[in-house]
């Protein structure tokens, strides 16, 4: 069974800090990424890695702010998130994708976790 699980979420003040986790289980994933998704809207890109080279990709709002991140093993995924803003606020989802090539499209990736909610407080 595939699994993915996230974990880290949780409540700060703007310009606080959140470090959200995603275990994964059942298989290796070349690609992974984080969405989110606010209240009564769709999926959001976040930002996306590539097990092979590291390589990443960041949603405009989020670059300079988040930083995703693997473990050497690829079985975890890491999204260091600073300075966070009230518009942060959302669920965030943790994706992975056994092939192709690194995309900021949720239709890309197959294999899904259940989320985790942040709130950014004002």
């Known amino acids: 069974q595939v699994l993915l699980k996230e974990s880290g979420g949780g409540l700060v003040q703007a310009g606080g800090s959140l470090r959200l986790s995603c275990a994964t289980f059942?298989?290796?994933?070349?690609?992974m990424a984080w969405f989110r998704q606010a209240r009564g809207t769709e999926y959001d890109f976040v930002a996306a890695?590539?097990?092979?080279?590291?390589?990443?990709d960041y949603a405009d709002s989020v670059k300079g702010r988040f930083t995703i991140s693997r473990d050497n093993a690829e079985s975890a995924m890491n999204l260091q998130m600073n300075s966070l803003k009230p518009e942060d606020t959302a669920v965030y989802f943790c994706?992975?994708?056994?092939?192709?090539?690194?995309?900021?499209?949720?239709?890309?990736?197959?294999?899904w976790g259940q989320g985790t909610q942040v709130t950014v407080s004002s």
């Open positions: 890695i590539a097990g092979s080279d590291s390589d990443t």
């Open positions: 994706a992975g994708s056994p092939g192709g090539s690194l995309s900021p499209w949720a239709s890309h990736y197959e294999y």
């Open positions: 059942g298989r290796a994933f070349r690609h």
